[in-house]
């Protein structure tokens, strides 16, 4: 009875513990970064990230494991996205090429998550118009899923034209760390010298 | 009837530069290469050098099924895409559009884009006035329009 009673108060507690991390987590990455530190970004309260296996544009599987041992910078965005992912992949080019010689040590990654339209030949004709380094990653939808889901990515189909759809999705970008641990999170919207000024306060 | 012909291409090339109907000018239209036929986003500015208010209500793109004008919001890093019924024009103001905002955006096209190429296209006003332009499309990330 006193050990039931234990374990449900442990759960509760366990509970609590999860919901307040999961509101730091959000009302972190939701924080408009500080304007007195604008090379900052947000280095992310709980772990965010983990294992994932996708396939390339090469038509490779590949895993997060792939690219441990260095940085990796990643967006999660879809090809058909004709506003905002242009904008961030370009963002992320302009960061890498203000690095220099510093910039080899970073990996840049694309995730789509719409699997059922991104396939690894249709990434393989996008990545290359933005970086001759990035490396599109799509998969089965729960590949995309699981991988999304890890990185706490949000991604739902939004509005829909003449059977075309667009999706709604999380617009950070993720700089991840030789163990495979996100170091560091960046708003959409960043400007590619805050980028490259972050990175390279990492990457010294 | 050859220099009829010739005359009229004359003319039509001393009218590419800034489009003009009603008070409203149209500069800078580009585009940006996509991968597929899909989507693609078109920015412009548009001046209204009048004294009375437009308001944008409509844009047609013949290499593409719809046009539609769209805008960009974000909340909690979340990005979606909304479409506008119309844009206004107070009079005497400008209004760029421009990435990360609102654009017009082309639905089913005929091919993708490519970089160099340039497309037709037309805008219509509240007030019966529309007019027609060409748009340039530049790099897959270019942020601002291709250079001529």
Known sequence: MRK?????????????????????????????????????????????????????????????????GRYALLFFGF????DLCPTELNTMALALAELGPLAEKVQPLFIS????????????????QFHPRLIGLTGSPAQVAAAARAFRVYYAKGQRNNDAYLMDHSGFLYLIGPEG????????????EQLAAALRGHLR | MRWTAAVL??????????????????????????????????????????????????AEVPIAKSAEIHTTVESGGVMQMRQLPELALPAGTTLTLAPRGTHIMLLALERPLTEGERFGMTLHFAGGSSHSFEVAVASAGAMAPPSR
Not at chain 1, 24 to 38: G, H, I, Q, T, Y
Request: proline share 9%.
């Open chain 1, 4 to 68: 039931q009673s234990f374990l449900i108060a442990a759960a509760a507690v366990a509970a609590i513990l999860f919901v307040t991390g999961a509101s730091l987590l959000w009302l972190r990455f939701a924080a408009k970064p500080d304007p007195v530190a604008p090379t900052a970004g947000i280095t992310p309260s709980v772990a965010v990230g983990g294992p994932f296996e996708l396939v390339a544009h090469t038509g490779q599987g590949m895993t997060d494991r792939d690219f441990h």
């Open chain 1, 79 to 82: 090809t058909f996205c004709p």
């Open chain 1, 113 to 128: 998550i719409d699997p059922e339209r991104d396939t690894p030949e249709i990434l393989a004709r996008y990545v290359r």
């Open chain 1, 181 to 192: 641990n996100t170091v560091g999170l960046f708003r959409p919207g960043v400007a590619p």
């Open chain 2, 9 to 58: 291409a004359i003319g039509a090339l001393a009218t590419s530069g800034p489009a003009q109907a009603g008070e409203v000018k149209v500069t800078a239209a580009w585009a940006r290469a996509t991968v597929s036929p899909h989507a693609a986003a078109v920015y412009l500015t548009l001046w209204n050098t009048g004294p009375g208010a437009e308001r944008l209500i409509k």
